[in-house]
């Protein structure tokens, strides 16, 4: 199978089996994908999304979040990872929103990347989530999962997972692979005993076709 071929088989299964594959923070507005992204960061989903919902109660826009101080933001977001600097970040981020961007969130990856705790990934997430803009976002699951496909050859950053990525899917795909590789390594190509026999994407994958010997002896013992 060529590299053209295990994309398309890839691309094709995910159309099918996910078509409508989303973020699952849970979110309103732009500013609040922002909020959540950013403490999103080695952080689970279901704990961002358990402490969302009180901060967004207290501070609704960035308006609101702009005049918060660390120590009565700190208190919402202490069940986080990292929670000082991100407590930093979220204030910082929304007077930045304020005084250079009218309270909008941009969505130019150069311009969100100014903002303070975002970078490279969560300014891809945000314009490919609310703009369905052409931007693949890498984090680890991304990383992962494309390199043990053989999506990506010799891949050693997300950014070169990134550039690699973007030469073989369609432009109006980028923003749905996205969630497609997130997912499947969140609950399917894990880290750990990734769950190779209830994949679909074996035909396809290099690390499935390498450890074939071993994966069928795991699932006979």
Excluded at 41 to 68: G, H, S
Aim: glycine share 4%; proline share 6%; with cysteine.
């Amino acid at each position: 199978m060529t590299r053209k071929e295990r994309f398309q088989f890839v691309l094709d299964y995910f159309s099918h089996h996910h078509p409508d594959a989303a973020t699952e923070l849970l979110y309103d507005s732009p500013y609040q994908l922002l909020v959540a992204v950013i403490l999103s960061a080695q952080c689970t989903d279901k704990r961002v999304n358990m402490t969302t919902p009180a901060i967004f109660d207290q501070y609704p826009d960035a308006a609101a979040l702009a005049r918060a101080t660390f120590d009565e933001l700190f208190p919402l977001i202490r069940s986080i990872s990292y929670p000082n600097n991100k407590t930093k970040h979220l204030i910082g981020m929304a007077q930045m929103l304020m005084s250079r961007f009218g309270g909008e969130v941009p969505l130019t990856v150069e311009e969100l990347m100014e903002l303070p705790g975002v970078g490279r990934k969560t300014a891809n997430v945000i314009t490919s989530v609310v703009d369905n803009q052409p931007n693949m976002a890498v984090d680890t699951h991304v990383f992962r999962v494309a390199a043990r496909i053989g999506l990506t050859v010799n891949a050693k950053t997300p950014l070169a997972t990134e550039k690699q990525l973007l030469q073989f899917i369609p432009r109006d795909q980028v923003h749905v692979a996205h969630h497609w590789l997130i997912l499947h390594g969140r609950y399917v190509c894990v880290a750990r005993n990734p769950k190779c026999e209830e994949c679909g994407l074996r035909p396809a994958c290099k690390y499935y076709q390498n450890n074939l010997k071993k994966i069928l002896g795991k699932i006979k013992g």
